[in-house]
């Protein structure tokens, strides 16, 4: 089975810091995703990534950036922490349109 | 951009029980996931059934594209069935694409 791995379940960082959520995937997929889960908003798409060093927005990149420099990490990046993004982030991959495996998830806290 | 709806938003059952999930999309799509979201927010695929019929154990889905809309049951519901049950579409010219949910709670 494809594993996804968050590297933390919980996070809790001060406003203005910069902030690394990392996923992991192990079956060479080529297709990664970060989402993040909102209560009345549901599941939104971040960035998106097809292949090594390529990225591209979603639904709502605004104050997020990604890095992807090997095949199996996908980064999330938040370059100056804000309390509106307070959430839960999930990480996927996906190779093709097949079906999509995610991560456990990140529950961020910025206070 | 397409439209996911799923129904019912809430659902209670007691132990046992039988019940149906549905999931109706607005545009043709090229896959379609059931997921389970446990109270710990990790999302478990269920089902990955762009058309057809699948079963596993006590879950089985039914998506009829043609009509848009898929169908996932739950036969004798166990307290460990309790969570979000997300339906997920992708659509042809886009991404996953999540419906709102369905909230289950199984009670013994």
């Known amino acids: 089975d494809v594993k996804v791995t968050q590297s933390s379940r919980y996070l809790v960082k001060r406003t203005g810091e910069k902030v690394f959520l990392e996923c992991v995937q192990d079956?060479?997929?080529?297709?990664m995703f970060w989402y993040r889960q909102d209560p009345g908003l549901g599941l939104r798409l971040i960035y998106f990534?097809?292949?090594?060093?390529?990225?591209e927005k979603g639904d709502i990149p605004e104050g997020y950036s990604v890095s992807r420099e090997k095949k199996e990490r996908f980064s999330l990046i938040l370059e100056s922490a804000s309390t509106n993004q307070t959430s839960m982030y999930l990480c996927?991959?996906?190779?093709?349109?097949?079906?999509?495996?995610f991560g456990s998830g990140t529950r961020l806290t910025v206070v | 951009g397409i439209q996911v709806e799923q129904s019912p938003p809430d659902l209670i059952l007691q132990e046992g029980a039988n019940s149906t999930l549905r999931c109706n999309f607005s545009?043709?799509?090229?896959?379609l996931q059931w997921f389970h979201q446990n109270p710990w927010g990790q999302l478990i695929n269920l089902f990955y059934i762009p058309s057809g019929t699948k079963q596993n154990g006590r879950l089985s889905a039914t998506t009829v594209a043609t009509e848009r809309y898929s169908l996932l049951y739950i036969s004798s519901s166990q307290t460990t069935d309790s969570g979000v049950y997300f339906c997920a579409v992708i659509p042809s010219w886009g991404k996953l694409q999540f419906g709102a949910g369905t909230q289950v709670v199984v009670t013994p």
């Open positions: 545009d043709s799509v090229n896959n």
């Open positions: 990534s097809y292949d090594v060093k390529m990225k």
């Open positions: 079956m060479d997929h080529e297709n």
């Open positions: 996927a991959s996906t190779e093709g349109d097949y079906g999509y495996t």
